[in-house]
């Protein structure tokens, strides 16, 4: 029936009008079959009034927008067209105003809103790869394979509001080869066919064409294939194993199991006559061996007939030819010629935007390059849109759009169980929203995909400079959406919005650029051995990724924390899962939404917001993690460096508590000195001056200067002429509390503050102690807040205040004023820590590395040293 239907209009196609009426047209789609399909439409005296494609991706513009802007064709680049289920009303109305009277979409995807779709007298119609109704949804030519039919086609198509459902307006035939693949099909037939075809479809319906309804006699529907359920059964016939095999071939990859190992089988043909000579080789689940000959695995069916598989890929991504599995050097991938690769280096050099250096490396022969291009420019390997559910809220002279759930293997989505709580704005203690609240299992799903990523996805395989590429690309983003990511950190942290803007932002910014560089620039070095004459051996080094990383990272500087943690891990090719603090977890949920945007492959980046106790603690104890880096307090560090040693040994980075001294010499400018070490981020800071050692003479005047505390604005950290936020949390406020209680019980000095300010929120007065003795506890412990403690010395003696301040467990910062360069170095060199400041205070670079000494932790964020790899 539909073969008669395909006739008639055939026919019809070639009446005496075909020349005379020509339509205004949208085309909606992308790749070089859309540009293809868009110039022949032109040609043909059809107004293209309207193109709508993809933005840009790594600064190149989609085939089809570049053919349509040469034009001068007005070009629309929309992200996407719905938000939630919903039309983007913006959106809709730039499409209506170019008023189209047909809509052509080229392999177009099932994201276009229905009011989009019936808005043109003639509606919309839709290129399908298959013979409708048989094989309905997007794998419908993988399907057509391996269900074996003889038959494979296309269908031009009304699209209505099901899936490929609507009435027939073209269809085509082929042949099905027995050895034919998904390439050699398009290839042959369904793309220069299907352009032809599209384009007379548009002159049918400018003609009058009649629109013949869908039967649903043999219809059918087929999800799209995944590599989670894409495993050959071995117990059939040899032509449903190979229909299998071709059907997958090269997305997502047919898999078995031989010898315990997960191999992707690749090139398929049945076997005519008898196997040549070979090895046997035990498949899981096969009827009997199969055999490793000189052209490739012979496998064999219960019903004794064979196939041969001309390549296999293991789970570390190297390919081989089937026919070397036993040969030394198993892994290594077919070679170019040194003219093939000439030629697939020119494809690339044009084409960066579609092929990376590894596309032309690792293909097996010249065909499976030129084939993997040609499926490139097709757009058939472009991700699917991201779905974002967001929290909105009018504030700050914008509307904050902000993601809320679990981001794991390039999707938002709820935590397993369902569970949510709240995340809190402190300056008034409201709800800003509900955000998921991870599990074990969320964990674990978030850990197996970046292992996948790093393993079998292309991100550690990249080359490093286009790695560079995509992270350069992310902190344009950053950059772009500052005002956003900082109105974001203020309203969830209680950061002041210019410190928001210019430091948590604006470093992180500068971070990501910072390892983005680094990117081509890790690698190892040749060693000179005793053995090196008379053989010339030669001994090197080889700097590698380590694999899937853990980051847990605190609730005072969230996004530069995550940004100080996870730029260079990626940089240096690893994968990573992220939990930010349960209280802190919108700027990092943000921050994957513009990742995945930046191009980064699925599985590169998760972020899990949650409890520590849970997520925090699963994550030391996964054994397929390999780093965890973790920025908190010391006790708690511990307990994590205990848990990943029980649990796989894995390598730690710990940044942990701090009581860093701070010692001010009688020779010092007093007018650098006086805030900015204590209140900076509300004294939210790991390297707050945590005691301040005065020299006698200076101490009564350093102190009267305890007036311009008064001067400091307390209040929304929105507003710009705002000096201090509020604290974090309500349970670090009363902590703070406690703390100055503790402070006068002991007999220090109370100054100033000490006391909660009378508005909503949780808002601390700055404070200040004096007259605080080494033997109290607050000359001791870390506050984390706006807590100014101050011990006098006596005047010259350098020694004494050397061995006070380094009394102490924690080493992560200190400082030293005097303008006495000599005493300067001859302190610095003596306080134990890992950052000294000399006349100056909190001043960090993203090119100077961080870390401390004793209980304040081991290992370095930022700098050259903090590449994230394993020598």
Same mark, same amino acid.
């Given at each position: 029936?539909?073969?008669?239907a395909?006739?008639?209009?055939?026919?019809?196609?070639?009446?005496?009008?075909?020349?005379?009426?020509?339509?205004?047209?949208?085309?909606? @789609?992308?790749?070089?079959?859309g540009q293809?399909?868009?110039?022949?439409?032109?040609?043909? @005296?059809?107004?293209?009034?309207?193109?709508f494609?993809v933005?840009?991706?790594?600064?190149?513009?989609?085939?089809?927008?570049?053919?349509?802007?040469?034009d001068?064709t007005?070009?629309?680049?929309?992200?996407?067209?719905?938000? %939630?289920?919903?039309?983007? &009303?913006?959106?809709?109305?730039?499409?209506k105003?170019?008023?189209?009277?047909?809509?052509v979409? &080229?392999?177009?995807?099932?994201f276009?809103?229905?009011?989009?779709?019936?808005?043109?007298?003639?509606g919309?119609?839709?290129?399908?790869?298959?013979?409708?109704?048989?094989?309905r949804?997007?794998?419908?030519?993988?399907?057509?394979?391996?269900?074996?039919?003889?038959?494979?086609?296309?269908?031009?198509?009304?699209?209505?509001?099901?899936?490929?459902?609507?009435?027939?307006?073209?269809?085509?035939?082929?042949?099905?080869?027995?050895?034919?693949?998904?390439?050699?099909l398009?290839?042959?037939?369904?793309f220069?066919?299907g352009?032809?075809?599209?384009?007379?479809?548009?002159?049918l319906i400018?003609?009058?064409?009649?629109?013949?309804p869908?039967?649903?006699?043999?219809?059918t529907y087929?999800?799209?294939?995944?590599?989670?359920n894409?495993?050959?059964n071995?117990?059939?016939p040899?032509e449903?194993?190979h229909?299998?095999?071709?059907?997958?071939?090269?997305?997502?990859?047919?898999?078995?199991?031989?010898?315990?190992?997960t191999?992707?089988?690749?090139?398929s043909?049945?076997?005519?006559?008898?196997?040549?000579?070979g090895?046997?080789?035990?498949? #899981?689940?096969?009827?009997?061996?199969?055999?490793?000959t000189?052209?490739? =695995?012979?496998?064999?069916?219960?019903?004794?007939?064979?196939?041969?598989?001309?390549?296999?890929?293991?789970?570390?991504?190297?390919?081989?030819?089937?026919?070397?599995?036993?040969?030394?050097?198993?892994?290594?991938?077919?070679?170019?010629?040194?003219?093939?690769?000439?030629?697939?280096?020119?494809?690339r050099?044009?084409?960066?935007?579609?092929?990376q250096?590894?596309d032309?490396?690792?293909?097996?022969?010249?065909?499976?390059?030129?084939?993997?291009?040609?499926?490139?420019?097709?757009?058939?390997?472009?991700?699917?849109e991201?779905?974002?559910?967001?929290a909105?809220?009018?504030?700050?002279?914008?509307?904050?759009?902000?993601?809320?759930q679990?981001?794991?293997?390039?999707n938002?989505?709820?935590?397993?169980?369902g569970?949510?709580?709240?995340?809190?704005?402190?300056?008034?203690?409201?709800?800003?929203?509900?955000?998921?609240?991870?599990?074990?299992?969320?964990?674990?799903?978030?850990?197996?995909?970046?292992?996948?990523?790093?393993?079998?996805g292309?991100?550690?395989?990249?080359?490093?400079?286009?790695?560079g590429?995509?992270?350069?690309?992310?902190?344009?983003?950053?950059?772009?959406?500052?005002?956003?990511?900082?109105?974001?950190?203020?309203?969830?942290?209680?950061?002041v919005?210019?410190?928001?803007?210019?430091?948590h932002?604006g470093?992180?910014?500068?971070?990501?650029?910072?390892?983005?560089?680094?990117?081509d620039?890790?690698?190892?070095?040749?060693i000179?051995?005793?053995?090196?004459?008379p053989?010339?051996?030669?001994?090197?080094?080889?700097?590698?990724?380590i694999?899937?990383?853990?980051?847990?990272?605190?609730?005072?500087?969230?996004?530069?924390?995550?940004?100080?943690?996870?730029?260079?891990?990626l940089?240096?090719?690893?994968?990573?899962v992220?939990k930010?603090?349960?209280?802190?977890?919108?700027?990092?949920?943000k921050?994957?939404e513009?990742?995945?945007?930046?191009?980064?492959?699925?599985?590169?980046?998760?972020?899990?917001?949650?409890?520590?106790?849970?997520?925090?603690q699963?994550?030391?104890?996964?054994p397929?993690?390999?780093?965890?880096?973790?920025?908190?307090?010391?006790?708690i560090?511990?307990?994590?460096?205990?848990?990943c040693?029980?649990?796989n040994? %894995?390598?730690?980075?710990?940044?942990?508590?701090?009581?860093s001294?701070?010692?001010?010499?009688?020779?010092?400018?007093?007018?650098?000195?006086?805030?900015c070490?204590?209140?900076f981020?509300?004294?939210?800071?790991?390297?707050a001056?945590?005691? =301040?050692?005065?020299?006698?003479?200076?101490?009564?005047?350093?102190i009267?200067?305890?007036? #311009?505390l008064?001067?400091?604005?307390?209040?929304?950290? *929105?507003?710009?002429?705002?000096?201090?936020? &509020?604290?974090?949390?309500?349970a670090?406020?009363?902590?703070l509390?406690?703390?100055?209680?503790?402070?006068?019980?002991e007999?220090?000095?109370?100054?100033?503050? @000490?006391?909660q300010?009378?508005r909503p929120?949780?808002?601390?007065? &700055?404070?200040?102690?004096t007259?605080v003795?080494?033997?109290?506890?607050?000359?001791?412990?870390?506050s984390?807040g706006p807590?100014?403690?101050?011990?006098?010395?006596?005047?010259?003696d350098?020694?004494?205040?050397l061995?006070?301040?380094?009394?102490t467990?924690?080493g992560?910062?200190?400082?030293v004023?005097?303008?006495?360069?000599?005493?300067a170095?001859y302190?610095?060199?003596? *306080?134990?820590?890992?950052?000294?400041?000399?006349?100056?205070?909190?001043?960090?670079?993203?090119?100077?590395?961080?870390?401390?000494?004793?209980?304040s932790?081991?290992?370095?964020?930022?700098? #050259?040293?903090?590449?994230?790899?394993?020598?």
């Amino acid at each position: 029936m539909l073969w008669t239907a395909s006739q008639v209009l055939r026919k019809f196609s070639t009446s005496s009008n075909y020349y005379q009426n020509k339509l205004k047209l949208a085309i909606i @789609g992308q790749s070089l079959f859309g540009q293809e399909v868009y110039s022949n439409l032109r040609k043909q @005296g059809h107004k293209v009034v309207g193109v709508f494609t993809v933005p840009d991706k790594d600064g190149k513009a989609d085939p089809l927008a570049v053919a349509a802007e040469k034009d001068g064709t007005p070009v629309f680049k929309f992200p996407r067209w719905r938000v %939630k289920g919903k039309p983007i &009303p913006e959106v809709v109305e730039a499409y209506k105003a170019v008023g189209a009277e047909l809509n052509v979409m &080229p392999f177009c995807s099932q994201f276009i809103p229905m009011n989009v779709i019936d808005d043109p007298k003639h509606g919309s119609i839709i290129y399908h790869p298959s013979i409708l109704p048989l094989h309905r949804g997007a794998s419908a030519i993988n399907w057509t394979l391996i269900h074996g039919d003889k038959k494979a086609g296309f269908s031009v198509f009304w699209a209505d509001d099901g899936l490929d459902t609507g009435p027939i307006l073209l269809q085509r035939e082929c042949a099905v080869e027995p050895n034919d693949t998904v390439d050699t099909l398009y290839n042959r037939f369904l793309f220069p066919e299907g352009i032809k075809a599209m384009v007379e479809s548009v002159q049918l319906i400018a003609d009058g064409a009649p629109r013949i309804p869908q039967t649903e006699e043999g219809a059918t529907y087929e999800g799209i294939q995944k590599k989670s359920n894409a495993k050959v059964n071995m117990a059939q016939p040899a032509e449903a194993i190979h229909n299998w095999i071709r059907g997958h071939d090269k997305v997502p990859g047919a898999t078995t199991v031989i010898d315990g190992q997960t191999v992707t089988l690749y090139g398929s043909s049945m076997l005519g006559g008898s196997a040549p000579a070979g090895q046997p080789l035990e498949i #899981e689940g096969a009827s009997q061996p199969g055999l490793v000959t000189k052209n490739g =695995l012979v496998l064999y069916g219960t019903d004794g007939k064979a196939l041969l598989v001309k390549n296999l890929q293991f789970e570390d991504g190297k390919m081989i030819s089937a026919a070397k599995y036993f040969s030394s050097g198993e892994s290594s991938s077919v070679e170019l010629t040194d003219d093939e690769k000439k030629i697939a280096e020119e494809i690339r050099a044009r084409h960066h935007r579609l092929l990376q250096t590894e596309d032309v490396y690792m293909a097996t022969t010249f065909q499976d390059f030129i084939q993997m291009f040609v499926r490139r420019l097709r757009g058939e390997d472009q991700e699917e849109e991201l779905v974002v559910d967001y929290a909105t809220k009018e504030i700050n002279n914008m509307t904050l759009k902000m993601p809320y759930q679990c981001f794991i293997n390039g999707n938002f989505e709820d935590a397993e169980n369902g569970k949510v709580y709240d995340t809190i704005n402190p300056t008034d203690g409201s709800v800003i929203c509900k955000v998921a609240y991870a599990s074990v299992g969320d964990v674990d799903r978030a850990v197996a995909a970046a292992k996948e990523a790093f393993y079998e996805g292309p991100w550690g395989r990249m080359n490093p400079r286009d790695r560079g590429t995509l992270l350069f690309k992310l902190a344009d983003l950053m950059e772009e959406h500052q005002e956003e990511l900082a109105t974001i950190e203020s309203i969830d942290s209680g950061a002041v919005y210019t410190l928001a803007l210019k430091t948590h932002v604006g470093m992180s910014i500068q971070t990501f650029r910072y390892f983005a560089g680094w990117c081509d620039k890790i690698h190892g070095k040749t060693i000179p051995i005793n053995q090196a004459r008379p053989n010339r051996n030669l001994t090197f080094t080889k700097r590698e990724p380590i694999g899937v990383c853990a980051i847990i990272i605190p609730w005072n500087y969230p996004l530069m924390m995550l940004a100080w943690k996870s730029a260079a891990c990626l940089a240096a090719g690893n994968t990573l899962v992220l939990k930010p603090a349960q209280v802190t977890p919108l700027t990092a949920l943000k921050f994957a939404e513009l990742s995945a945007k930046a191009g980064i492959p699925k599985g590169v980046i998760n972020i899990l917001p949650g409890s520590g106790g849970m997520v925090g603690q699963r994550l030391s104890d996964h054994p397929d993690i390999r780093k965890l880096g973790f920025t908190g307090s010391t006790p708690i560090g511990k307990q994590i460096m205990k848990s990943c040693a029980l649990s796989n040994l %894995k390598k730690v980075s710990l940044e942990l508590g701090g009581k860093s001294p701070l010692i001010i010499f009688s020779d010092c400018d007093m007018d650098k000195l006086f805030a900015c070490s204590v209140y900076f981020n509300k004294g939210e800071n790991c390297i707050a001056a945590g005691r =301040l050692f005065v020299e006698e003479s200076i101490h009564d005047e350093y102190i009267s200067r305890v007036e #311009e505390l008064k001067k400091m604005k307390i209040g929304d950290p *929105l507003d710009r002429s705002t000096d201090h936020g &509020p604290q974090n949390h309500k349970a670090h406020m009363d902590k703070l509390l406690e703390y100055c209680e503790v402070g006068l019980k002991e007999g220090a000095t109370l100054v100033y503050g @000490g006391k909660q300010v009378d508005r909503p929120g949780f808002f601390m007065e &700055p404070t200040v102690f004096t007259g605080v003795e080494d033997h109290m506890f607050i000359a001791k412990e870390e506050s984390f807040g706006p807590i100014m403690v101050v011990s006098k010395f006596k005047d010259g003696d350098v020694d004494g205040v050397l061995r006070r301040a380094n009394d102490t467990e924690y080493g992560l910062a200190s400082g030293v004023f005097t303008r006495d360069i000599n005493k300067a170095m001859y302190v610095s060199e003596r *306080l134990d820590a890992g950052t000294v400041f000399v006349n100056t205070y909190n001043k960090t670079d993203v090119a100077s590395p961080f870390g401390g000494f004793k209980q304040s932790g081991f290992g370095k964020d930022l700098g #050259e040293r903090d590449v994230g790899l394993e020598d």
